[in-house]
C-alpha cells in the first residue's frame, strides 16, 4: 500500500517530461464545472435556494403581509416589516433570513465536497497520475467550487426579485430606517449586499475546503466547516467577551445591513472583509500546504 503512492509519483513525474504536457492545461475549469453541474447535490442545493421565495410568498399569503397585520406602524421596524413593499424589498428579506445558516450550507457543501469526494470515490490518485499537478488540481476545484457558491448567491435573490415584483410590483427599495433608495439606487445596492454576504461566507468556503484536504468522508468535511461556522455565531453570542468578538468573522456578518441606509457606510463591511479574507487565506494556505505533503492512498 504504502508503494503505491511512490508508483503514482513517478509516474506522474515521467509523463511531465513528454513533449507538449503543460500542466496549466490539465484539468481544464471548463470540464471540472460541468462534472460539478451535473451532479445531484447541485441540482438540489439550487432548487431549495430557488423554491425559499415562493415558500415566502406562500406564508405571507397565509399570514398577511405587515401592513395588514398593523406590524410596520410603528417607528421600530425590519428588514422583515417591508417585505411586500417592492420587489427589492422582498429581494432583500430573502437574503436577510438565509445569511445566517441557509446560505452557509451550499458554500461548505460545494468546498467541502471538492477533493474529499474524489478521495471517497477512489479517484483522486488517477486524477494524480494523469498527471494533474496537486497545485493545479486543488485550484481548479477551488475556483470551481467558489463559482457555484457565487451562483448560489446570486440566484437566491435573484429569483427572490422576480418573484417579489410578480407579486408586490417595483418600486424603490423601503428602507428599514424609515425612507427609501431612489429606484436607480435600489439594484446597484442589492448587488453590494450580494457581494458582501459572499466574501463573509469565505471563512467557510476556505474552512470546507482544508477539511477537505484533511479527510476521505465529504459529509464530514461539509458537517465541520458548518458546525464550526455554527459555533462562531454562538461565541459572538457571548456578550462577555466584549471587543474579541470583533475578531470573530460572525460578527461582521450582517454587516451588510450598513448598505441599506440613506447614506452608505462602509465601516463595518470594511472590517468584515478584512476578517474574513485574513481567515480565509489562512485556511486556504493550510490545505495547499497540507496536500503537497499528503500520502495520497485514495
Known sequence: MSSSPMRTEARA???????????????????????????????????ILAALPFVLIVAFAIGGSPD??????????????????SGANFAATCLFVSAGFLLVVPVALFCGDTVASEASWSSLRYLLAAPVPRSRLLWSKLAVALGFSAAAMLLLPLVGLAVGTVAYGWGPLRLPTGGSLATADTLPRLALVVAYIFVSQLVTAGLAFWLSTKTDAPLGAVGGAVGLTIIGNVLDAVTALGSWRDFLPAHWQFAWADALQPQLEWGGMLKGTAVSVTFAVVLIAL??????????VS
Open 287 to 296: 490545505a495547499f500546504r497540507g496536500f503537497a505533503r499528503k500520502d495520497i
Open 13 to 47: 513525474a515521467s509523463v511531465a517530461t513528454a513533449p507538449g504536457y503543460r500542466a496549466r492545461r490539465t484539468l481544464p475549469l471548463r470540464v471540472e464545472a460541468v462534472r460539478q453541474l451535473k451532479r445531484r447535490r447541485t441540482l438540489v442545493m439550487g432548487a
Open 68 to 85: 395588514e397585520r398593523g406590524d410596520g406602524g410603528g417607528s421600530r421596524i425590519n428588514l422583515m416589516d417591508t417585505a411586500t413593499a
